[in-house]
């Protein structure tokens, strides 16, 4: 196990740092073993981190941080059964990559592809999708280090319920050291890109959601433009966008002038919704197809603040119709689009889709921009509609709210109590959001 000199870490976005007492990257899950067994023998907390894509204090180390750069070994492919096992600390743009290598895929995934598995399962990433739900629902095993310092496997056939609770279980049941993944035959998604006005948008959501395989949209605030994605499966060969439009439009439009865009409005918001206007009547329709994970992601350079919270399908238009309403009462100047996602229900306890097909409404601001009152006004209203905010995404519920939004969160808490009576996992935000 190698140790590390530099005892500070931050995430992305720049809002979360950590001073852990020690930092060390094993390279076994011997080693992650031994690195627990060390901490309780010092009293000391263990937390694994990620590449710092969360919001929230989730990957955040008091005492021992285990890096998990020395874990992104592929274990075994079987491409018969579609089953991959790869260890913790592998991001997700080299999963991508292998599974493709081998002629297979993940059914469904979010827009960002650069955390590390572990990361992205534990806090339940998702992306959009009729069918195909989130990463928690495309794992068929997990292995783990539990707070004894012990090594144990889960599954459906073996411990289920550690399996249901772990597959989204924020590190606080065991150390995440392999992912055994069920991928899908790889595929072509078609995707079809086009500005859309908010009235047609809402009128037309529950045809866009029952007519294609992933469907999302983005609203641009203080304006009537949004952007709605459909991407379904086709036979293929891939026509992709050719080098120069991809530069203009997810490089230079996406990232290098929305990039000034923010800086523009972080130090004039008076002009946000002149800007904002301008920016919605600018996008055009495309259309392109390709290698699946190559049309679910896309480069992202600009640094944002995110909330995201989970509500019932049905209360998906009420909702934004509140939302939208709370822009003309607030006085808010937001520059970033407002992103809504489609989700079927999940079995893992703590995924935010748990139970019941779920709709995902998503805030962001520069990372620059105060988001105190923007955040704090949003999740009232989510709240109040039953939402779930999302594990990584930063909200303020705690315990005693959570509990009432999640069925099995009782049963969480008592698997926790048992595998981790003394909190060798802890951190201030699990201890926000689970009570102890």
């Known amino acids: ?27 076994t899950t011997a080693e992650v073993a031994a690195a627990v067994r060390a901490a309780a023998a010092e009293g000391r907390t263990v937390r694994m981190t ?35 096992t790869v260890e913790a600390g592998l991001p997700l743009h ?4 292998i599974l493709d290598e081998h002629g297979l895929a993940l059914a469904n995934m979010g827009d960002i592809q650069e955390q590390t598995v572990a990361g992205a ?11 195909a739900a989130g990463l928690v629902s495309q794992v068929a095993a997990l292995e783990l280090v539990l707070a004894d310092g012990t090594v144990t496997t889960c599954s459906r056939e073996e411990r289920p319920e550690l399996f249901d609770a772990a597959r989204a279980g924020l590190g606080t049941l065991g150390v995440v050291t392999a992912i055994t993944w069920r991928a899908v035959p790889a595929f072509v998604l078609r995707a079809r890109e086009e500005p859309m006005r908010w009235d047609e948008v809402m009128g037309r959501l529950d045809e866009f959601d029952e007519g294609n395989e992933h469907f999302e949209f983005y609203w641009f605030p203080h304006t009537e433009g949004c952007l709605t994605k459909r991407n379904n499966r086709v036979e293929g060969p891939p026509e992709p966008l050719s080098k120069v439009k991809y530069w203009l439009d997810d490089e230079l439009l996406s990232n290098k002038v929305f990039g000034l865009v923010n800086r523009v409005t972080h ?5 946000t919704p002149l800007v904002n206007g301008i920016s919605a009547r600018a996008l055009g329709a495309r259309t392109y197809s390709d290698t699946s994970y190559k049309v679910f992601t896309s480069p992202r350079t ?61 805030v962001h601001v520069f ?45 969480f808490l ?5 595998l981790d009576p003394d909190r060798r996992f802890s951190n201030p935000y699990t201890r926000q959001v689970f009570g102890s």
């Not at 000199?5 to 809002?15: E, K, L, P």
Request: cysteine-free; overall charge positive; hydrophobic content about 40%.
């Open 367 to 411: 990372h620059r921009d105060p988001h105190e009152e923007y955040f704090q006004g949003v999740e009232e209203l989510m709240t109040a509609a039953g939402g779930r905010p999302h594990w990584g995404k930063l909200h303020t519920r705690d315990a005693s709210y959570l509990e009432t939004v999640y069925p099995r969160f009782g049963d």
């Open 267 to 271: 130090r004039a918001p008076a002009v």
């Open 1 to 27: 196990m190698s140790p590390s000199s530099t005892h500070s870490w931050r995430n992305w976005a720049g809002n979360q740092h950590a001073a852990p007492q020690r930092v060390t990257s094993p390279r």
């Open 121 to 131: 399962l534990q806090t339940a990433t998702h992306g959009t999708g009729r069918d």
């Open 414 to 418: 008592a698997l926790r109590d048992e």
């Open 94 to 97: 080299a999963l991508n990559r």
């Open 50 to 84: 990620g590449t710092g894509h969360s919001f929230t204090a989730a990957a955040v180390a008091e005492g021992v941080l285990l890096r998990p750069g020395g874990l992104t070994a592929v274990r075994s492919v079987d491409t018969a059964a579609g089953l991959v």
């Open 302 to 362: 600009v640094r944002f603040k995110e909330q995201e919270y989970a509500v019932p399908r049905e209360q998906l238009v009420p909702v934004l119709r509140d939302l939208r309403a709370l822009f003309g009462k607030r006085g808010w100047r937001i520059s970033f689009p407002i992103e809504v996602r489609l989700l079927p229900e999940e079995d893992a306890w703590l995924s935010m889709a748990y139970g019941r097909r779920t709709a995902f409404i998503a």
